[in-house]
């Protein structure tokens, strides 16, 4: 038994993209213990929901949660906002949503695999993922106006109509993605390095993820059957052809797999819906003041994101709070970090997909 | 490991995919959500669009003649259009591609929001004034 020593990994560390702190207890490269603090980028979103803003402002508040899932928070709030004041959504509108929705899992996944393959030290991939990436931020961009901030999805109905152009350019764009997803899930399966780097390391078993309450990807890595888009009926995915991807294995591997294979699900889902997108309205106006209190589930790109809010008749709401993904996946980082080298943990990190300013709030 | 060999090998020899952007123009998008544009012979002020910005980047102020004048920060916006489609009258708010440039002499946001919520007190009494006069 050697002598315990203390190393730090972050706040600022070069494999993560945002701020969270691990304070790892070591005995010879093994770890004994950890720590965690999440809350770096705490901007009080919560506290001035419920003070500040008006009802109908806050879905523009929230999507400033976090810049990757930026449609997820508002449709989480816009859908619960919704359902208080019993407004119904023209059908155009939610297969807007919904192709907003798919092309931001599809970027949100592609980064998460990009920066595993960088913190695996496969420098060339990264760059490889991240150049497909771009299409999709193309996409995004032609079809809400902005790359990150969509503001598309509001109480009612959406922002923006999908123009016969726009739709056009989507096509062209959507096929070549496709060829390159194709391309980027057989090597992300069949490479040699990748897999002897990743198989068998930061493995979560179908127990501990039952146990730890693991959401999103991670969990379907680990064999889990969990997905809000089958249990939690808030926009049509049944009639888009959504599959459930489910792996047994646990590892990293597996995980950014997991993600290889939901990108393809969700590019055929973006041609189902270019295909067979409704006729009518994008939005119905919203009028009254939202009394009592909703919650709702949303599936994010990185797992479950729960929205519950409160009003009682007034232009502010009483309470508006937001329970993320990342949050729901920290105990089991933590549970799995112990008894695991120090050389395993950057990569164990970041294939969990953290996002620490959805954490933090 | 074949795959991406071939790939970086053909890679050495492409062209680069992203743009050389000072040299070279980096265009905004169509329909990209750039700058609000207020044309003021235009305005009816009844001041919805103060009233749903979210930021607040939109104030009118009160002049004493009970005249309004439109005050817009575009470093403040967060350029969701809700003020164009608040507007009540079509052409007054319109969004324009362009992005608001790099400036070193921002006007003094803060003053002027505390000018304005005075003004609008200071209006506000006067009316009520104005309104109990011919009564009694």
């Not at chain 1, 599959?243 to 990293?252: A, D, P, T, Y």
């Amino acid at each position: 038994m050697g002598k315990r020593i203390t190393v730090p990994f972050g706040s600022q560390h070069v494999a993560l993209p945002e701020p969270v702190r691990f304070v790892f207890q070591t005995e010879n490269e093994k770890i004994v213990d950890v720590e965690v603090d999440v809350g770096y980028v705490h901007r009080g979103i919560e506290k001035a929901c419920a003070t500040k803003f008006k009802y109908m402002q806050v879905g523009y508040v929230v999507a400033r949660v976090c810049g990757l899932c930026a449609i997820s928070h508002t449709l989480g709030y816009v859908t619960a906002l919704e359902r208080l004041m019993g407004v119904e959504v023209p059908k155009r509108a939610l297969y807007l949503r919904l192709l907003v929705s798919e092309l931001d899992r599809i970027h949100s996944h592609l980064l998460a695999m990009g920066h595993t393959a960088e913190v695996a030290g496969y420098e060339n991939l990264f760059m490889q993922t991240f150049r497909h990436r771009e299409l999709v931020m193309e996409m995004l961009e032609l079809l809400t106006g902005n790359r990150v901030q969509f503001d598309f999805a509001c109480p009612g109905g959406v922002n923006r109509d999908l123009t016969p152009e726009v739709e056009k350019v989507l096509r062209e764009k959507l096929k070549v993605l496709e060829e390159k997803a194709l391309w980027l899930r057989d090597v992300y399966e069949n490479d040699f390095s990748l897999a002897l780097r990743w198989k068998g390391t930061g493995v979560v078993t179908e127990e501990m993820a039952k146990e730890m309450n693991v959401v999103g990807p991670p969990a379907r890595a680990a064999g889990l059957k969990t997905d809000v888009r089958a249990e939690f009926d808030y926009l049509p995915f049944k009639e888009v052809g959504y599959r459930m991807v489910v792996l047994k294995g646990g590892s990293i591997y597996e995980r950014n797999l997991v993600r290889a294979l939901e990108v393809l699900n969700s590019i055929e889902m973006c041609w189902n819906i270019l295909d067979g997108l409704p006729e009518g309205d994008i939005k119905v106006p919203v009028k009254g003041l939202p009394e009592g209190e909703m919650f709702v589930r949303i599936e994010a790109p990185r797992g479950e994101l729960f929205y519950y809010i409160r009003g009682s008749k007034k232009l502010i709401l009483d309470r508006v709070r937001i329970r993320v993904p990342t949050f729901a996946n920290i105990p089991v980082m933590k549970e799995l970090f112990v008894g695991m080298d120090y050389a395993d943990v950057p990569a164990t990190v970041i294939s969990f997909d953290p996002c620490l300013s959805c954490t933090a709030r | 490991m074949k795959e991406m060999l071939i790939e970086t090998i053909k890679n050495l020899f492409s062209k680069p995919v992203t743009v050389k952007y000072p040299q070279e123009p980096s265009p905004p998008p169509p329909n990209y959500r750039g700058l609000i544009v207020y044309k003021e012979e235009l305005c009816i002020f009844c001041t919805k669009c103060e009233m749903v910005c979210p930021p607040g980047a939109i104030r009118f102020t009160y002049q004493e003649d009970g005249s309004k004048k439109f005050h817009y920060n575009p470093y403040l916006c967060i350029y969701c259009g809700e003020c164009v489609r608040a507007c009540p009258k079509p052409g007054c708010l319109t969004q324009v591609e362009e992005i608001a440039p790099p400036e070193s002499s921002v006007p003094d946001w803060d003053e002027l929001e505390k000018r304005a919520e005075e003004s609008k007190k200071a209006f506000l009494k006067a009316k009520a004034v104005a309104k109990k006069k011919p009564g009694s």
